[in-house]
């Protein structure tokens, strides 16, 4: 009777090595969940930032096709305008313009605010970010006009109005 008894404790876990085992996969799970959402924020905060940066090249693209064509005055002009249409293809999650706020789900999209002429962008994944103000989660560019100086040295002081797109509001992510 002694060996039967023997090979029935071999046969399965304790329920001490059972209870451990499910401690060490959920403590594996939680790392692995934390990290997994930590990595979706990160891949949001790059798409945010490499449309802003292909916005910004744009703008330049534009600005560069304005010289081309000898058209110096009309470079003003593009601070009115929407900065997506500066793009061969708009983002996959912008929803249009609109003169107020849309009543869609806004989070992770952009649109165009046109009565402020600002571009916005409401961030999804929430957790590193922090607000500006009033948990007011959305981001917010504006295309402005710049003076410079002429360059040629004929002793005239002409400026020409060039414009950039930049950050006028939101949080930051840490």
Same mark, same amino acid.
């Given at each position: 009777?002694?060996?039967?008894?023997?090979?029935? !404790?071999q046969r399965g876990f304790s329920l001490l090595e059972l209870a451990?085992?499910?401690?060490?996969?959920?403590?594996?799970?939680?790392?692995?969940?934390?990290?997994?959402?930590?990595?979706?924020?990160?891949?949001?905060?790059?798409?945010?930032?490499? &449309?802003?940066?292909?916005?910004? *090249?744009?703008?330049?693209?534009? *600005?560069?096709?304005?010289?081309?064509?000898?058209?110096?005055?009309?470079?003003? &002009?593009?601070?009115?305008?929407?900065?997506?249409? $500066?793009?061969?293809?708009?983002?996959?999650?912008?929803?249009?313009?609109?003169?107020? !706020?849309?009543?869609?789900?806004?989070?992770?999209? $952009?649109?165009?605010?046109? *009565?402020?002429?600002?571009?916005?962008? &409401?961030?999804?994944? !929430? !957790?590193?970010?922090?607000?500006?103000?009033?948990?007011?989660?959305?981001?917010?560019?504006?295309?402005?006009?710049?003076?410079?100086?002429?360059?040629?040295?004929?002793?005239?002081?002409?400026?020409?109005?060039?414009?950039?797109l930049i950050q006028v509001e939101g949080g930051r992510w840490f």
């Amino acid at each position: 009777m002694s060996g039967n008894a023997k090979d029935q !404790r071999q046969r399965g876990f304790s329920l001490l090595e059972l209870a451990l085992a499910l401690a060490l996969v959920g403590a594996f799970a939680g790392v692995l969940l934390h990290r997994m959402l930590y990595l979706q924020e990160y891949a949001e905060m790059t798409a945010m930032d490499l &449309t802003v940066a292909n916005l910004r *090249t744009g703008l330049r693209y534009k *600005t560069g096709d304005l010289l081309i064509r000898d058209k110096l005055s009309e470079i003003p &002009t593009l601070a009115d305008e929407n900065p997506v249409n $500066w793009l061969q293809d708009h983002p996959e999650n912008y929803l249009g313009e609109f003169d107020l !706020r849309p009543d869609a789900d806004l989070r992770g999209k $952009w649109y165009f605010d046109k *009565t402020r002429h600002e571009l916005v962008y &409401t961030v999804n994944n !929430r !957790r590193h970010f922090l607000p500006a103000s009033d948990q007011d989660y959305a981001l917010r560019w504006h295309t402005v006009r710049l003076r410079a100086k002429d360059g040629n040295n004929s002793g005239s002081q002409s400026d020409v109005q060039w414009v950039a797109l930049i950050q006028v509001e939101g949080g930051r992510w840490f």
